[in-house]
C-alpha cells in the first residue's frame, strides 16, 4: 500500500517534536523541580545531605552550561501523545514517535538502554519490541510528552492489591516502598501514586503522577510526603531531612471488592517535557 | 582527605561518613564487566585501584555524562576483587553486609551523588578501553579523575553508613506505623 504523504509529514513532524522533547527533558529540569530541589537545599539541616544537595545543583548547572544530559542513565522514553479529533490513531503515529527516538539517541546523545528482556541484546538505538511505550490521550492539540525514566528509581517501583478496608495503610505502603528501597532509587526522590483502577491501571496512574508539577501538594499528598520524609533517609540514603521532594497521586474507582495502590519511584532527576507538533 | 590512585593503607583510616576527594586512574565496571572479569582476568593492575560503578555515555573518544550506577547490583560479584588488591569502590547506593565483610581491613566504599553524571564528567578524562564489546555502559573505561567529592558511604572497620540510616529509617517506620519490630521485613 502506498504510504499517504499527509501521513508521513506528520509522521516526520511528531519525530522532529519527539526529538526535541528528549533534548529539552535530557538537558533542563522542569523549573518546579528545580526550585524543590533548591528549597531542599535552603532547609536541610544535615551536613553530608546539604553536599549532597549541592552535588546535584552544580551538577544541574554543568549540565545546562556543557548541553549534556543531567544523568548518564538517559533513562527509557515513556511518550504521552494527545491527539485532536481530526487526527486519526495510526502506525505512522507510533513510528514518527519511534523515529524521534533514534534521532535523539544519536544526537544529544542517549545511552541505548533498551534491550531484550532474555538475551539481554541491545537494540542501540533506545526503540525494541513494545519500546517506548507510547500511551495516547484525546485533546486540543497535537503534542508528545517524554518523561525518559531511570532505571534505579523504576526497578524498587512497587504495586500492591490492597484489601477494600485498608485505605487507612496507604501511607505506611507509600512509606514502606521508600524503606525497602533507601538510597537505591537516588533520593531525594519524587513519588508518583495510582490509587484505584485495576492491576495495570494504577501503575499508569502512578507513572502520569510523576507528570504533575510538584510546586503544589494537597493534604493527602502531604500526609503521604511527611510520612516519607519522617524516614530519614536524606539524599543518596545517607541521612537527612530531604527523603522525597513531592508525593503526588492520581486516583480512579475500582472494584468493589478491590484496592489497588502503585508507587513509581523517580529519582530526583524528574525529566519531562512537551512539545507541540506544528502542522 | 584528597586521596590519590593507586591507593594504599590511607584509606584504613578513613571512617563512614568521612568526606573525601579522589584523583588518579579509575576503572568503570558494571554487571557484565564484572563477569567477564571474573571468567577472562582483570585486564588493569587491581592493586591500589578503584572500581568505579559506572555506566558512562561516551560519544568521539571523549566522557559526556558518566555519574554513578547503583552498586548493589555488584553485591555478589565483588570478592574477587577486593581480593585481587582493589582499594576502593566508587558507586552509589551501598553495598550488602557481605562486601562490608569482604572490604573490612582492606578497602573502603565512596559515595558518589547519584545522578550526577555532569558534574562528575567534568572532573574526569577518559584514557583508554576494556571490552568494548560489551557496550558503552558496560565496557571497562578508564578513566583519570581530578578531586571527585565522595563521602565514605563504607570503611574498612565495618562501618556502614547507609546501614545505619537505613536502621533508623526502620525504627522510624515501626513507631510511625505502630508495628512490632520483628513482624514486618
Given amino acids: 500500500m502506498m504510504a499517504n504523504p499527509a501521513d508521513t509529514t506528520l509522521s516526520d513532524a511528531l519525530a522532529g517534536a519527539t526529538e526535541r522533547a528528549l533534548v529539552e527533558s535530557e538537558i533542563r529540569l522542569p523549573p518546579d523541580v528545580f526550585a524543590a530541589l533548591r528549597r531542599a537545599a535552603a532547609d536541610e539541616r544535615d551536613a553530608i545531605a546539604r553536599r549532597e544537595l549541592a552535588n546535584i545543583l552544580e551538577n544541574i548547572a554543568l549540565a545546562e552550561e556543557r548541553q549534556v544530559p543531567i544523568c548518564q542513565d538517559t533513562g527509557v522514553p515513556v511518550i504521552y501523545l494527545t491527539l485532536p479529533p481530526d487526527i486519526g490513531l495510526s502506525p505512522d503515529l507510533f513510528e514518527g514517535v519511534r523515529e524521534g527516538v533514534r534521532r535523539a539517541t544519536a544526537t544529544i546523545p542517549l545511552r541505548p538502554n533498551v534491550v531484550d528482556p532474555l538475551t539481554r541484546e541491545n537494540t542501540n538505538d533506545n526503540t525494541g519490541a513494545g519500546m517506548p511505550a507510547v500511551h495516547v490521550i484525546p485533546g486540543d492539540r497535537l503534542t508528545v510528552t517524554v518523561l525518559p525514566k531511570g532505571a534505579g528509581s523504576e526497578n524498587v517501583s512497587r504495586l500492591g492489591m490492597l484489601l477494600p478496608s485498608q485505605a487507612a495503610q496507604i501511607p505506611k505502603f507509600v512509606a514502606e516502598t521508600m524503606l525497602l528501597a533507601g538510597g537505591r532509587p537516588c533520593p531525594p526522590v519524587i513519588l508518583g501514586v495510582g490509587i484505584g483502577g485495576t492491576f495495570d491501571l494504577a501503575a499508569a496512574l502512578a507513572k502520569e503522577a510523576l507528570l504533575l508539577p510538584i510546586d503544589t501538594m494537597d493534604e493527602y499528598e502531604q500526609e503521604l510526603c511527611d510520612a516519607v520524609n519522617a524516614l530519614g533517609i536524606g539524599p543518596m540514603g545517607l541521612g537527612g531531612d530531604t527523603t522525597a521532594l513531592a508525593v503526588k497521586v492520581k486516583r480512579a474507582d475500582c472494584h468493589t471488592a478491590s484496592l489497588p495502590v502503585a508507587v513509581n519511584v523517580q529519582c530526583w532527576a524528574c525529566r519531562r517535557a512537551t512539545v507541540e507538533v506544528k502542522r | ?185
Fill in chain 2, 1 to 185: 582527605m584528597n586521596l590519590t590512585t593507586p591507593l594504599g593503607d590511607e584509606v584504613l583510616s578513613l571512617r563512614a561518613g568521612d568526606q573525601v576527594t579522589l584523583s588518579g586512574t579509575i576503572y568503570t565496571a558494571r554487571d557484565e564487566a564484572h563477569l567477564r572479569m571474573m571468567e577472562e582476568g582483570i585486564p588493569f593492575d587491581p592493586k591500589g585501584a578503584a572500581v568505579y560503578h559506572c555506566g558512562p555515555v561516551v560519544q568521539d573518544g571523549r566522557l559526556v555524562v558518566a555519574g554513578p550506577t547503583t552498586s548493589a547490583r555488584m553485591n555478589a560479584l565483588t570478592g574477587f576483587l577486593i581480593d585481587a588488591g582493589v582499594r576502593a569502590l566508587i558507586g552509589k547506593g551501598g553495598m550488602d553486609p557481605s562486601v562490608v565483610e569482604q572490604l573490612r581491613g582492606r578497602a573502603v566504599y565512596l559515595a558518589l551523588t547519584g545522578g550526577c553524571a555532569a558534574l562528575a564528567a567534568a572532573r574526569m578524562t577518559l584514557k583508554g578501553v576494556y571490552f568494548e564489546d560489551l557496550g558503552m555502559a558496560e565496557a571497562v573505561w578508564v578513566i583519570e579523575a581530578d578531586r571527585l567529592p565522595l563521602t565514605v558511604g563504607i570503611d574498612a572497620h565495618g562501618g556502614d553508613l547507609f546501614e545505619a540510616i537505613q536502621q533508623k529509617a526502620k525504627t522510624q517506620f515501626h513507631q510511625r506505623f505502630n508495628i512490632k519490630q520483628d513482624t514486618v521485613s
